[in-house]
Every structure is written in structure tokens, then in C-alpha cells.
């Protein structure tokens, strides 16, 4: 086993067994309510993965 999968495997199950870049709902809402209100909605879809921090949507270039 090579050093950077030990890294991920201690740090998941310090996280309570989820991948380091999941966000429970409720981080997902601290975070969104600590940001400027004018800029909410598109740090809201960054954190969920579907928009770009600019706001533009994440197109999937995948058939």
C-alpha cells in the first residue's frame, strides 16, 4: 500500500467512513449561510457540485 491511500483511509475513517470532500446538509448550510447573501445561490451549487463558482452550470461532456 503506498502512502497517499493510508493518507485517504485514516482521514475517511476520522471523518466518520465519508470521503474527505463530502459534505453533510448541514455543512452544506453553515457554510452557505456564513457567505454573502448576493452570492448564496452559486456557492450553494458549487458545494453541491453542480455549478461553477462564477455560477455558470457544470455540464457533464460525458454521451
Known sequence: MN???????R??????????EE???R???DLVAR?????RWAFEGW???V???DGDPIVSLAP
Do not use: K, Y
Open 3 to 9: 502512502d497517499d491511500s493510508e493518507v485517504v483511509e
Open 11 to 20: 482521514t475517511a475513517v476520522s471523518a466518520g467512513g465519508r470521503a474527505p
Open 23 to 25: 459534505l453533510t446538509e
Open 27 to 29: 455543512e452544506i448550510q
Open 35 to 39: 457567505c454573502p447573501e448576493q452570492q
Open 47 to 49: 458545494l453541491r457540485g
Open 51 to 53: 455549478r461553477q463558482l
